[in-house]
């Protein structure tokens, strides 16, 4: 079966930082491109970042671009979301997402069939 | 990078017919074909229903189906049944190399 799952989320501090991990199975990771997802509560979804095949090319939505990192461990089947500079604005359920074809352009055209369950990220003091 | 738009709410009775409408620029939804549709029932992860503007993944049923007219992509929902009582979500790529969304349609199946 093929499987996303999530982890990581947490409550953290404005400001602080925190990791977020897509553990992948069912599938060869390493042929499809992936993405990260957010939703804060009770809001439509927003695109957060995508990243190629082997890594090598990384893109962000400008509300997360220097303070969020995206990467992935194809040896591991896992991708990453790496979080910095917390805000407030930051505090949502966190999906990752693999697209219906392989290559590494498949993520900006032919839509995510697969997600993960979602891990809820809570920037506050 | 705007937010496409789409209706907050629309309903429609059993059987009936509804369109939700996600409006863009020519620098997303009237730029490319590369529109999708998302289906997400509370508490759950979203589902794809649509790619490409108008193609059905595999198990998807031909009573979903998606258009688009210039800026504006279209989801239309034949034969509504109440397990079609979710939220919608459209995505389009965009000329900046990144995905945008639309703010999301609630549908109520009275």
């Known amino acids: 079966e093929v499987q996303l799952l999530e982890s990581g989320g947490g409550l953290v501090q404005p400001g602080g930082s925190l990791r977020l991990s897509c553990a992948a199975s069912?599938?060869?990771?390493?042929?499809?491109?992936m993405i990260w997802v957010r939703q804060p509560p009770g809001k439509g979804l927003e695109w957060v970042s995508g990243i190629t095949t082997g890594g090598g090319t990384t893109y962000y939505a400008d509300s997360v671009k220097g303070r969020l990192t995206i990467s992935r461990d194809n040896s591991k089947n896992t991708l990453y979301l790496q979080m910095n500079s917390l805000r407030a604005e930051d505090t949502a359920v966190y999906y990752c997402?693999?697209?219906?074809?392989?290559?590494?352009?498949?993520?900006?055209?032919?839509?995510?069939?697969?997600w993960g369950q979602g891990t809820t990220v809570t920037v506050s003091s | 990078q705007s937010a496409l738009t789409q209706p907050a709410s629309v309903s429609g009775s059993p059987g009936q017919s509804i369109t939700i409408s996600c409006t863009g620029t020519s620098s997303d939804v009237g730029g490319y074909n590369y529109v999708s549709w998302y289906q997400q029932h509370p508490g759950k992860a979203p589902k794809l229903m649509i790619y490409?503007?108008?193609n059905r993944p595999s198990g998807v049923s031909n009573r979903f189906s998606g258009s688009k007219t210039g800026n504006t992509a279209s989801l239309t929902i034949s034969g509504l049944q109440a397990e079609d009582e979710a939220d919608y979500h459209c995505t389009s790529y965009t000329t900046s190399n990144t995905l945008v969304f639309g703010g999301g349609t609630k549908l109520t199946v009275l």
């Open positions: 997402a693999k697209p219906r074809t392989t290559g590494s352009s498949a993520w900006r055209y032919y839509g995510m069939d697969v």
């Open positions: 069912g599938f060869t990771f390493s042929s499809y491109a």
């Open positions: 490409e503007v108008s």
